[in-house]
């Protein structure tokens, strides 16, 4: 999925009773909502590589769903690429976080896949000979 960060609106206004903390570390902005109570409602980052940005583990907490947490999150971190020069996003969707990629106007470029190695079993391993 693909679009120019400054073309994903300005994140809109939090619902009451939600807080936004947003830091740079180590070249890659966090967002983070939490609840009145502290605990987590919603989360995503993005790292600004050349002309293109990162979008990752963007997520809301299924308690907080449908209360635009995640434009929030979205716009914060558009908005933290488009000032780092950033002129094109990637975020890497799961099904789920395709219907909110696409709200915030995002389009379907390529399927993308992932794979996982599993480390081996260090037993089953053959011992080099000497």
């Known amino acids: 999925m693909a679009a120019r960060p400054g073309a994903v609106e300005a994140p809109p ?7 936004l903390h947003r830091w740079d570390r180590a070249g890659v902005t966090r967002a983070v909502v939490r609840a009145a109570d502290g605990s987590f409602a ?3 980052q993005i790292a600004v590589t050349g002309p ?3 979008v990752d583990q963007v997520e809301t907490h299924p308690a907080h769903q449908r209360r635009g947490l995640g434009r ?3 716009g914060t971190l558009a ?3 488009t000032r780092q020069g950033a002129w ?8 789920e976080g395709r219907t909110l990629y696409e709200a915030v106007g995002r389009q379907v470029v390529a ?3 992932a794979a996982a190695l599993e480390a081996a ?5 053959p011992t080099p000979a000497r």
Do not use: C, N
């Open 111 to 113: 399927p993308m896949s």
């Open 79 to 81: 908005e933290a690429a």
């Open 42 to 44: 919603a989360r995503g």
């Open 121 to 125: 079993d260090s037993g089953s391993m």
């Open 88 to 95: 094109a996003a990637v975020p890497a969707a799961t099904e």
């Open 13 to 19: 206004r939090l619902p009451d009773g939600y807080r």
């Open 52 to 54: 293109a940005a990162v």
């Open 72 to 74: 929030v999150v979205m």
